[in-house]
């Protein structure tokens, strides 16, 4: 649909950008990672007689290699644009993804293709999307990112389910090609008839009106803010950086296992899977009810609101539950996980402006992931000795307790001088 049409029709085209936003971060690399690894465990196990330490460290590999290209790729977004990054890297990854149908016993190739899907699938990280939308988005920044961002929610709610479904139907290895087609045939033409990255580009104007504070439309300004060499001097860049280390501990060690963590204490996969679609709900809520109220009330504030929400689930799964109470936690784990990654944004924003937006939300998403790479392969070593989860979530609980009260130690935002400079 072309823009001016849409114009003609008075829609503003910032929320087409959130569509094509929440198709493609429900179709990102963290699905056919992440999220659909607890579903690949079982049959992978019997299979090729893998432990599920071994198959954890696949999980470490990708999330030490979006540590690594996350700073990259936003650097990378600053300088050349968020449309050729993003539309490159969904046919590469879906490319990646057909490629998990062919492994063998040979487990090398597994890693590899863990290696490869995030880096090749990078530009589906939030931070592409995210860009696009502090770039229309002002006075309703964090409700625009909720919705976006709840794609990520959808995704982690219907991919484990559909990849169950499709391994007791049809293999684990269709159920990789099925996902590969998806990514081909339903995330790329979408991106490329709707994505675009500034109004200017489109010679319209972001949206901006009634703003809740005197920075809000300002930091939708490419040149304002402060520089990366200017962030790394301030507390707040190291406050924020440890929280979201830790709580990436917190969160991935959790969704990698809960499936496993289930099934273990003698749960149905099929209910196990269910449970974990539960915490893809809390998800999509989060999402939504973060942006909403951030865009109301000081966001470090809420980020502990739903962190400490994160802290109960974990200690619900901890007390050894089985019944109705996992669902609790899933979905209040899942409300703290989809209200983080949003966090992420509109504090980056916030906090330190747009003029160097990619690489410092590049940098604080590497922390998360950082946290990410250690806590899921720690959580399946522990299981591996003791053959049950219990001790390690109680100590996930503190870490996670840690990260939470961080966030209260951050002040108000600042006011930037749009002479700034590095």
Same mark, same amino acid.
């Given at each position: 649909?072309?823009?001016?049409?849409?114009?003609?029709?008075?829609?503003?085209?910032?929320?087409?950008?959130?569509?094509?936003?929440?198709?493609?971060?429900?179709?990102?690399?963290?699905?056919?990672?992440?999220?659909?690894?607890?579903?690949?465990?079982?049959?992978?196990?019997?299979?090729?007689?893998?432990?599920?330490?071994?198959?954890?460290?696949?999980?470490?590999?990708?999330?030490?290699?979006?540590?690594?290209?996350?700073?990259?790729?936003?650097?990378?977004?600053?300088?050349?644009?968020?449309?050729?990054?993003?539309?490159?890297?969904?046919?590469?990854?879906?490319?990646?993804?057909?490629? =998990?149908?062919?492994?063998?016993?040979?487990?090398?190739?597994? +890693?590899?293709?863990?290696?490869?899907?995030?880096?090749?699938?990078?530009?589906?990280?939030?931070?592409?999307?995210?860009?696009? =939308?502090?770039?229309?988005?002002?006075?309703?920044?964090?409700?625009?990112?909720?919705?976006?961002?709840?794609?990520?929610?959808?995704?982690?709610?219907?991919?484990?389910?559909?990849?169950?479904?499709?391994?007791?139907?049809?293999?684990?290895?269709?159920?990789?090609?099925?996902?590969?087609?998806?990514?081909?045939?339903?995330?790329?033409?979408?991106?490329?008839?709707?994505?675009?990255?500034?109004?200017?580009?489109?010679?319209?104007?972001?949206?901006?009106?009634?703003?809740?504070?005197?920075?809000?439309?300002?930091?939708?300004?490419?040149?304002?803010?402060?520089?990366?060499?200017?962030?790394?001097?301030?507390?707040?860049?190291?406050?924020?950086?440890?929280? #979201?280390?830790?709580?990436?501990?917190?969160?991935?060690?959790?969704?990698?296992?809960?499936?496993?963590?289930?099934?273990?204490?003698?749960?149905?996969?099929?209910?196990?899977?269910?449970?974990?679609?539960?915490?893809?709900?809390?998800?999509?809520?989060?999402?939504?009810?973060?942006?909403?109220? =951030?865009?109301? #009330?000081?966001?470090?504030?809420?980020?502990?609101?739903?962190?400490?929400?994160?802290?109960?689930?974990?200690?619900?799964?901890?007390?050894?539950?089985?019944?109705?109470?996992?669902?609790?936690?899933?979905?209040?784990?899942?409300?703290?996980?989809?209200?983080?990654?949003?966090?992420?944004?509109?504090?980056?924003?916030? +906090?330190?402006?747009?003029?160097?937006?990619?690489?410092?939300?590049?940098? =604080? #998403?590497?922390?998360?992931?950082?946290?990410?790479?250690?806590?899921?392969?720690?959580?399946?070593?522990?299981?591996?000795?003791?053959?049950?989860?219990?001790?390690?979530?109680?100590?996930?609980?503190?870490?996670?307790?840690?990260?939470?009260?961080?966030?209260?130690?951050?002040?108000?935002?600042?006011?930037?001088?749009?002479?700034?400079?590095?």
């Amino acid at each position: 649909m072309e823009v001016a049409l849409m114009q003609k029709n008075k829609i503003f085209y910032g929320w087409f950008n959130v569509l094509a936003a929440f198709v493609g971060l429900s179709l990102s690399y963290a699905m056919f990672t992440v999220f659909s690894f607890g579903a690949f465990v079982l049959p992978l196990e019997q299979e090729f007689g893998w432990s599920r330490q071994e198959l954890a460290l696949g999980l470490t590999i990708t999330n030490i290699a979006i540590v690594f290209i996350s700073p990259l790729l936003g650097g990378i977004i600053d300088k050349f644009g968020v449309r050729p990054v993003v539309l490159t890297s969904i046919v590469l990854m879906g490319v990646m993804v057909a490629a =998990m149908s062919q492994i063998t016993g040979q487990i090398w190739q597994f +890693y590899l293709l863990y290696l490869l899907i995030p880096l090749f699938g990078a530009g589906t990280l939030p931070l592409t999307y995210s860009r696009v =939308m502090i770039s229309w988005f002002s006075r309703r920044r964090g409700l625009a990112l909720g919705i976006a961002l709840s794609g990520f929610g959808v995704g982690a709610a219907v991919i484990p389910v559909l990849a169950q479904f499709l391994i007791e139907n049809f293999g684990w290895r269709n159920a990789y090609l099925g996902f590969a087609i998806g990514i081909l045939t339903i995330n790329l033409p979408l991106t490329w008839l709707l994505l675009r990255e500034h109004p200017t580009k489109q010679e319209l104007e972001p949206e901006i009106g009634k703003v809740a504070d005197d920075n809000a439309a300002q930091v939708i300004d490419h040149n304002v803010g402060l520089t990366f060499k200017q962030a790394l001097k301030t507390r707040t860049f190291w406050l924020v950086f440890i929280s #979201f280390l830790l709580i990436g501990i917190g969160i991935t060690s959790v969704l990698a296992h809960l499936i496993p963590i289930l099934v273990s204490r003698g749960v149905e996969p099929a209910t196990a899977a269910l449970c974990m679609s539960s915490l893809g709900i809390g998800l999509i809520v989060g999402r939504l009810a973060s942006g909403f109220l =951030m865009d109301r #009330f000081f966001a470090p504030f809420i980020a502990a609101l739903f962190l400490t929400g994160l802290f109960v689930g974990i200690l619900i799964l901890a007390s050894g539950s089985t019944g109705l109470m996992v669902f609790v936690a899933a979905i209040l784990i899942g409300l703290a996980t989809g209200s983080e990654i949003s966090e992420i944004a509109y504090i980056v924003s916030r +906090y330190f402006g747009a003029k160097a937006f990619g690489l410092i939300y590049g940098v =604080m #998403f590497a922390a998360f992931q950082l946290g990410s790479a250690f806590g899921a392969p720690g959580l399946a070593a522990y299981y591996d000795k003791y053959h049950h989860y219990e001790g390690a979530l109680y100590t996930l609980a503190g870490i996670v307790a840690v990260g939470t009260v961080l966030m209260l130690f951050l002040k108000a935002y600042p006011k930037f001088a749009k002479t700034e400079t590095g």
